[in-house]
């Protein structure tokens, strides 16, 4: 089944991100221009069991979508099964396959990139999951290989199509890198000519300028964004205008971005329902926000204590009042140059 936002513009994607891309940021994405939406993966074994703690994962509202729930496993009837029952439960516009994560709790399962080192399993499993769905369309997340010695993406990419596969995400390193190094944009791009369903490319995707020179030179047909959204959520919207204009919208301001890290806060702890472990939790939430501020590493300090709304208030008002002080200062050098360089 094709997907209908590829004919409608250049999607951009949030990456699926454990820990990270729970309903609360995915939602925030949203707003800032983010296209299709992915759950954090989901094991599909918890599913199969009826896993109370698993199901929470699938949790979503209907403004986020399109939404897809990503499912993890390497049993092809247990994943079927599983993707049946997400589907009777939340109708999601589709499901992800994960066939990517490197993460050794996953592939030592025999889940996730696991799976690029048994291409009859992989098959097997999209084959049965594409069968038990259908007509809800079925996508699949790879990495170009387990290692820089067996690369094969174009090969598992074939594979996915003849399963039913409706688009790929490419993320370009191998399982040996985790996420280091960088990321390979030729063989993202060989994928895409090699296929005829739609390739979304995914990996050190930092600006708009850098999904316009994928998009034009590697010839994918969306992008997939993850660590830079963590830092940067308001990225899409940047992203979107440049595609559209050839101009860069300016970052929030440091009051606006602020803002959005209060909300952020203020919205965990309603769905905690629980302040300081909701905070807790948040502390490496804040961490990746503060990269994008100018005392991004004092802030990192602060962030790594704290437990209230309250503290994390305080933190927001010192740096703005801080930062204030700082451009008036240089305002008063700025405009006493010119005198200096007369006298």
Same mark, same amino acid.
């Given at each position: 089944?094709?997907?209908?936002?590829?004919?409608?513009?250049?999607? !951009?994607? !949030?990456?699926?991100?454990?820990?990270?891309?729970?309903?609360?940021?995915?939602?925030?994405?949203?707003?800032?221009?983010?296209?299709?939406?992915?759950?954090?993966? $989901?094991?599909?074994?918890?599913?199969?069991?009826?896993?109370?703690?698993?199901? =929470?994962?699938?949790?979503?509202?209907?403004?986020?979508?399109?939404?897809?729930?990503?499912? &993890?496993?390497?049993?092809?009837?247990?994943?079927?099964?599983?993707?049946?029952?997400?589907?009777?439960?939340?109708?999601?516009? &589709?499901?992800?396959?994960?066939?990517?994560?490197?993460?050794?709790?996953?592939?030592?399962?025999?889940?996730?990139?696991?799976?690029?080192?048994?291409?009859?399993? !992989?098959?097997?499993?999209?084959?049965?999951? $594409?069968?038990?769905?259908?007509?809800?369309?079925?996508?699949?997340?790879?990495?170009?290989? #387990?290692?820089?010695?067996?690369?094969?993406?174009?090969?598992?990419?074939?594979?996915?199509?003849?399963?039913?596969?409706?688009?790929?995400?490419?993320?370009?390193?191998?399982?040996?890198?985790?996420?280091?190094?960088?990321?390979?944009?030729?063989?993202?791009?060989?994928?895409?000519?090699?296929?005829?369903?739609?390739?979304?490319?995914?990996?050190?995707?930092?600006?708009?300028?850098?999904?316009?020179?994928?998009?034009?030179?590697?010839?994918?047909?969306?992008?997939?964004?993850?660590?830079?959204?963590?830092?940067?959520?308001?990225?899409?919207?940047?992203?979107?205008?440049?595609?559209?204009?050839?101009?860069?919208?300016?970052?929030?301001?440091?009051? =606006?971005? #602020?803002?959005?890290?209060?909300?952020?806060?203020?919205?965990?702890?309603?769905?905690?329902?629980?302040?300081?472990?909701?905070?807790?939790?948040?502390?490496?939430?804040?961490?990746?926000?503060?990269?994008?501020?100018?005392?991004?590493?004092?802030?990192? =300090?602060?962030?790594?204590?704290?437990?209230?709304?309250?503290?994390?208030?305080?933190?927001?008002?010192?740096?703005?009042?801080?930062?204030?002080?700082?451009?008036?200062?240089?305002?008063?050098?700025?405009?006493?140059?010119?005198?200096?360089?007369?006298?």
């Amino acid at each position: 089944m094709l997907l209908p936002w590829f004919f409608e513009q250049f999607p !951009l994607y !949030l990456a699926p991100m454990a820990g990270v891309s729970d309903k609360i940021f995915r939602q925030l994405c949203k707003e800032y221009g983010a296209d299709v939406l992915t759950t954090e993966f $989901v094991s599909a074994e918890g599913i199969f069991r009826r896993n109370a703690r698993t199901r =929470e994962y699938l949790d979503f509202d209907e403004i986020e979508r399109p939404i897809g729930v990503q499912l &993890f496993g390497a049993d092809a009837k247990h994943m079927a099964e599983a993707a049946r029952q997400v589907v009777d439960w939340v109708r999601p516009d &589709f499901i992800d396959l994960n066939f990517g994560c490197p993460v050794n709790k996953v592939v030592s399962r025999n889940g996730g990139s696991a799976l690029l080192k048994d291409c009859s399993t !992989l098959a097997s499993v999209a084959t049965a999951v $594409v069968r038990a769905i259908a007509p809800v369309p079925v996508t699949a997340k790879i990495r170009i290989g #387990w290692d820089a010695n067996s690369i094969n993406a174009t090969r598992v990419a074939r594979l996915l199509v003849d399963a039913g596969i409706a688009a790929i995400t490419v993320h370009g390193r191998t399982r040996a890198q985790g996420y280091a190094g960088a990321a390979d944009w030729d063989i993202i791009g060989e994928v895409a000519a090699a296929v005829p369903i739609p390739v979304i490319g995914n990996g050190d995707l930092s600006s708009a300028a850098d999904v316009a020179k994928r998009r034009r030179e590697n010839g994918v047909a969306g992008t997939m964004i993850g660590r830079a959204a963590m830092r940067a959520p308001w990225i899409f919207n940047q992203i979107k205008e440049y595609l559209a204009s050839g101009q860069m919208v300016d970052a929030p301001s440091l009051s =606006e971005k #602020w803002n959005l890290v209060l909300r952020h806060c203020q919205l965990a702890v309603r769905e905690w329902g629980a302040e300081e472990p909701a905070i807790r939790a948040m502390r490496a939430r804040l961490m990746a926000y503060s990269w994008t501020m100018p005392n991004g590493k004092r802030l990192r =300090e602060h962030f790594a204590h704290v437990s209230t709304l309250a503290e994390v208030k305080a933190i927001a008002a010192e740096d703005i009042l801080n930062q204030e002080s700082t451009n008036m200062e240089q305002e008063k050098v700025k405009n006493a140059i010119p005198v200096l360089l007369l006298s």
